[in-house]
């Protein structure tokens, strides 16, 4: 394939245009400047572009509803996964498309979570203590991922996950106030 250097929006914009007249299955584009916000600007147009004729665009997140069909497709899990998977969700009370599932990483290494503890061993084991600035600024987050959750389907559970067991083990113990005085508890595996 050809390497253009022009603007991310209108290189991306270009490409996708390419694309949809391609009968090629698979694809792949590179980015010259792979900054963390070309490469998410990137994402969002390419998912925007994606999805937009399947349903509602939703600002630039036009893809969850499809997100389900989208995994069921391309992955099924190993009969000892399977029963895993079955024996967790029975025991949370969890029933198939009757929970919001919102999952955290709270080890990746961004920005402000950097500054906050530094970038070495942020997403190992043991290498970011769930205390003081770090928790404050990761419950912020985690808050408002549970709220987003609530407001997709307010009469649905909400499922909580995370790379960091102190931070999951938090979320499931209290509760969130997703706005109007109604809170919500969270539900998820303590490790």
């Known amino acids: 394939r050809e390497k253009i250097k022009t603007p991310l929006v209108p290189c991306v914009e270009n490409q996708i245009k390419k694309l949809n007249n391609d009968e090629d299955k698979y694809v792949s584009l590179d980015l010259v400047a792979h900054s963390i916000d070309n490469i998410n600007n990137g994402n969002m147009l390419v998912q925007r572009h994606s999805y937009e004729s ?3 665009n939703v600002g630039y997140w036009t893809y969850p509803d499809m997100m389900t069909n989208i995994f069921r497709v391309m992955f099924e899990p190993i009969p000892t996964l399977a029963k895993r ?13 009757e929970y919001v599932s919102v999952h955290v990483r709270a080890r990746y290494p961004s920005g402000h979570l950097v500054k906050l503890h530094g970038n ?3 997403d190992k084991v043991g290498g970011m203590k769930f205390e003081g600035e770090v928790k404050n ?5 985690m808050k408002n991922a549970i709220r987003c959750g609530a407001l997709l389907a307010p009469d649905l559970k909400v499922f909580f996950v995370s790379d960091h067991n102190e931070a999951s083990n938090y979320m499931t113990s209290n509760d969130v106030d997703i706005g109007n005085g109604t809170m919500v508890r969270p539900i998820g595996v303590h490790r």
């Open 54 to 56: 399947f349903m509602p």
């Open 85 to 97: 998977i079955n024996e967790t969700m029975t025991s949370l009370g969890l029933v198939e498309n």
């Open 137 to 141: 600024y990761l419950g912020w987050i």
């Open 120 to 122: 070495n061993g942020l």
